[in-house]
């Protein structure tokens, strides 16, 4: 999974180095601090993020309103898609806005970024759904805080989960209603019927 990941990191920087528009991760974050519209950052490589449905925003945050009301009092905090994750590895670094993050590290007020999460969560929309379940699942696998990954689907009643094991990833699908999401890693369980609430599906 990591040489996978190291191959596609490489191949991208040279593609962005050749063609010129390569730009450092320091650079990226001076400029993210004014800019409106967000961005996220693919080793070297920025891309400015597409405006949200409001199916997608309920489900954000019917999630983050969850999450929150279950984390009160405990070591864990939950973020909306506001504050960035940071991936390092070897040879790159990346940035992205999850639209739900569970970090356990205790992210200082001042911070830009977490670099540790726990849990994370995407809904998926048809511009994002490729890269959210290719390109972003490997990069938060590579992750050695990450003990969930969890896909959520705003078109249809779908929830994915990838869990971290000790063989390595295990997957899960919920489809009804009547199904429950529990991430025992951080001591909470969602009803799918909560994370779709207002939605209508």
Not at 166 to 180: F, H, I, Q
Request: charged share 25%; proline share 3%.
């Amino acid at each position: 999974m990591l040489e996978e990941v190291s191959t596609a990191i490489v191949a991208h920087m040279g593609d962005a180095l050749r063609a010129g528009y390569y730009i450092s991760p320091e650079a990226y974050l001076a400029a993210e601090r004014t800019r409106e519209q967000k961005h996220e950052y693919l080793a070297g490589v920025e891309y400015q993020m597409a405006g949200a449905s409001a199916g997608h925003n309920r489900i954000a945050g019917n999630l983050f309103a969850e999450l929150r009301r279950q984390l009160a009092g405990k070591p864990c905090e939950v973020f909306s898609a506001d504050l960035k994750v940071r991936i390092r590895t070897n040879t790159a670094e990346f940035y992205y806005y999850p639209d739900v993050t569970i970090d356990y590290s205790g992210v200082a007020n001042s911070a830009l970024f977490a670099e540790q999460p726990r849990v994370i969560f995407e809904v998926l929309s048809p511009d994002t759904e490729r890269i959210d379940r290719g390109e972003k699942l490997r990069n938060y696998q590579s992750l050695p805080s990450l003990d969930a990954y969890v896909l959520v689907d705003q078109h249809r009643t779908a929830v994915m989960i990838y869990r971290r094991s000790e063989g390595g990833w295990s997957r899960d699908l919920l489809t009804e209603k009547s199904e429950v999401l529990h991430l025992p890693s951080i001591e909470c369980a969602l009803s799918v019927a909560a994370i779709y609430e207002r939605t209508g599906l």
